[in-house]
């Protein structure tokens, strides 16, 4: 037993030089023990070989206990100190098991890149250059193909870089392998788009005269589900533009082999509460086979200020939707809830929704898609919609409209009570009118009601979204893609020009962006008008309020 020792005494000395820099291992704690164990044997072989053979029995007897009860706390204090000294240890086997699992897109290898040049890009990269985020470090930017099952997001956009970049890495993140964005506007231009176009897996659709042309004979213009939105303008105009965009999304997403597709806002971020970690692909691959369209709730912001600039990781506050609630719980607190705005949300409550890809797939609006078997709605994981938040959103959504500042006109161009009045405020009040209203309907500064709303479950605080967009600014990820996307000098979008052009005069076809005004196809709005008023036919799924005022009232009744 002695000759033992001296090897064991020299591990341990070895590993006690090495731990002097570096946190003790878990073999380090093994040879310590190894080492007071043995000179523990040691000494009662001694003791025991030094006794005389007449008393071997009684002292054998008499020492077994006694080293024992000495040397056993002995041992354990000096196993709990190495624990706690220098703040644990890192056990490299259980770091390295097979137990252990990766966000989507994660890989061994490293594949950042670093640059020393900001381009301009800034307010995208954020302050700090490390890499402070642990996913990026062994990120894989063209991961679409080892994911299962295979997610894609549609939608149509007219967003800059600083919304639309942060939108599409957070949905990598969490699963989404394929992004198909109709753009136009800022999302069209040179400078955004020989960005978007570099990231893997995004394909952008322009808004040229080809596209339009293409959607002019899809067989939507001569179905009856879409008719009540036609020829008009802003929210309706949108509203049959993201269902064309919708329809061609579904080709798209067959021919790239994906098995789910989900439209979404870049104003909209998907939660996947309820999976494991928190992945929108593990929580769509246990949906069960029968099933071909998931509804996700949708919640909406909360501000807690009148400056935000950046929605995403400056934002934590929601309110839960109808769905997630108790009936009870919802009615109590409606009023407190609503604020003295027209409803419980200040825009849509019917949440967004995803579907398998099957040969007979449909757009039913842009919330619904035309399920043919089962649907289900998910418990937990739901759509974060940031409504209106930042002051801006007023004065944006103005622009972007041509109609009268009355109510009987704003009813031609929003679907919700809310954007009819805020649209109001915008086209008349002054500036200061204009933020003193915003806060008083849009801002959560009461501190009270937001304590006593969040302990009867209507808000809630979610913090993984923020996390996840601010780790990625801060690793220099949004820096990369743009000084990469600089660097390439290739011209691979076409011009603003084309990429912005409305109706040919001589083709005669109908340009989705002009729907409404003079020379639109009268073959067309002749087909409309004959099958407007037919009531056999079910209507596209708009954007719904949740439940309001009447509906408390048949409850109480």
């Not at 291992?25 to 044997?41: E, K």
């Not at 753009?183 to 960005?195: D, I, L, Y």
């Not at 935000?308 to 939707?321: A, D, G, Q, R």
């Not at 302990?455 to 990625?472: D, E, F, H, K, S």
Request: some cysteine.
């Amino acid at each position: 037993m002695s000759n033992l020792l001296p090897p064991i005494q020299h591990q341990v000395s070895t590993s006690l030089s090495k731990s002097l820099h570096n946190p003790p291992n878990f073999h380090m704690i093994i040879y310590i023990y190894i080492y007071i164990t043995s000179i523990s044997l040691c000494s009662l072989h001694s003791l025991m070989a030094r006794s005389r053979p007449s008393s071997v029995s009684s002292q054998a007897s008499t020492s077994y206990p006694v080293l024992l009860l000495t040397l056993l706390p002995l041992t354990l204090a000096a196993f709990a100190f190495v624990l706690q000294w220098r703040g644990g240890f890192n056990d490299s086997i259980s770091l390295s098991s097979s137990d252990h699992r990766e966000l989507p897109g994660m890989d061994t290898t490293n594949s950042s890149i670093s640059s020393s040049k900001s381009f301009g890009c800034k307010e995208l990269s954020g302050r700090s250059h490390n890499q402070s985020f642990p996913y990026y470090r062994n990120w894989k930017f063209n991961f679409q193909s080892d994911l299962r099952p295979k997610i894609c997001i549609t939608t149509s956009t007219s967003a800059g870089l600083e919304q639309i970049l942060p939108w599409i890495f957070y949905h990598k993140v969490i699963g989404v392998s394929s992004f198909f964005l109709f753009v136009e506007g800022k999302a069209a231009s040179p400078n955004v788009s020989k960005v978007l176009v570099t990231v893997p897996g995004v394909k952008l659709i322009y808004r040229t005269l080809e596209l339009e042309e293409q959607q002019a004979r899809s067989r939507i213009w001569n179905e009856t589900w879409l008719a009540n939105y036609f020829y008009k303008p802003c929210n309706s105009e949108l509203f049959v533009k993201q269902s064309l965009n919708m329809e061609m999304a579904i080709i798209m997403a067959r021919e790239a082999s994906m098995d789910w597709i989900i439209h979404v806002d870049t104003d909209e971020l998907i939660h996947p509460a309820g999976a494991p970690e928190y992945s929108l692909t593990q929580l769509l691959s246990d949906v069960p086979a029968n099933v071909d369209m998931v509804v996700f709730p949708n919640y909406e912001s909360c501000v807690e200020r009148d400056d935000i600039k950046e929605p995403f990781t400056e934002v934590s506050m929601f309110k839960k939707n109808y769905e997630h609630l108790p009936t009870d719980v919802y009615f109590r607190n409606y009023k407190e809830a609503t604020r003295g705005n027209p409803n419980y949300f200040l825009t849509y409550g019917n949440g967004k929704s995803a579907a398998r890809i099957h040969d007979h797939l449909r757009p039913n609006g842009a919330h619904r898609w035309h399920n043919y078997v089962n649907e289900m709605k998910l418990g937990e994981a739901a759509i974060l919609h940031y409504t209106y938040p930042k002051f801006s959103d007023l004065t944006s959504r103005r622009d972007r409209c041509r109609c009268k500042p009355t109510k009987d006109d704003v009813k031609r161009c929003f679907m919700l009570e809310f954007d009819r009045i805020a649209f109001i405020i915008a086209s008349t009040a002054t500036e200061e009118e204009m933020l003193q209203w915003y806060r008083e309907h849009v801002v959560w500064t009461e501190n009270s009601l937001k304590l006593k709303l969040m302990r009867n479950g209507i808000l809630t605080r979610i913090y993984a979204p923020m996390v996840i967009i601010q780790g990625l600014r801060e690793s220099g990820l949004f820096r990369d893609v743009i000084v990469r996307a600089q660097t390439n000098q290739t011209e691979i979008f076409p011009s603003v020009e084309k990429s912005n052009s409305g109706k040919s005069a001589k083709s005669g076809v109908v340009s989705s962006g002009k729907i409404g005004e003079n020379g639109d196809s009268q073959a067309t709005a002749r087909r409309v008008l004959q099958i407007s008023d037919n009531g056999s036919f079910p209507s596209a799924v708009p954007p719904q309020s949740p439940p309001g005022q009447e509906d408390i009232d048949v409850e109480i009744c």
